[in-house]
């Protein structure tokens, strides 16, 4: 039988609540999870999940992006003015 070692992990504590409450759902402990992890990963020899630069590197980014593709095809621009006021409230 294989011998066993202990890995300590940081994670923000949200992120480990919501993460032990769909594992629980689904019926595997976190340290199923992330067995099944490092298996996948040393079988496929990659992270077994697709790693991507994200598009927008902020809400200030990802909000210009939105007006940008608004612009332009609002009939009047003052609604373009209207819209933008309107995204800078959404957070």
Same mark, same amino acid.
């Given at each position: 039988?294989?011998? /066993?070692?202990?890995?300590? !992990?940081? &994670?923000?504590? /949200? ?8 594992? +629980? +759902? &689904? ?11 490092? +298996?996948?990963? %040393? /079988? ?6 697709? %790693? ?13 992006? %939105? &007006?940008?593709? !608004? ?21």
């Amino acid at each position: 039988m294989d011998t /066993q070692t202990t890995i300590n !992990v940081r &994670i923000e504590t /949200q992120t480990k609540k919501e993460m032990e409450d769909i594992l +629980k +759902k &689904i019926g595997l402990s976190t340290t199923s999870a992330f067995n099944m992890f490092a +298996k996948a990963l %040393i /079988q496929e020899r990659r992270i077994p999940f697709n %790693i991507t630069i994200p598009k927008y590197t902020s809400y200030e980014d990802y909000i210009e992006a %939105i &007006i940008n593709e !608004v612009d332009g095809k609002l009939d009047n621009p003052d609604e373009l003015l209207d819209f933008e006021e309107a995204m800078k409230g959404i957070e």
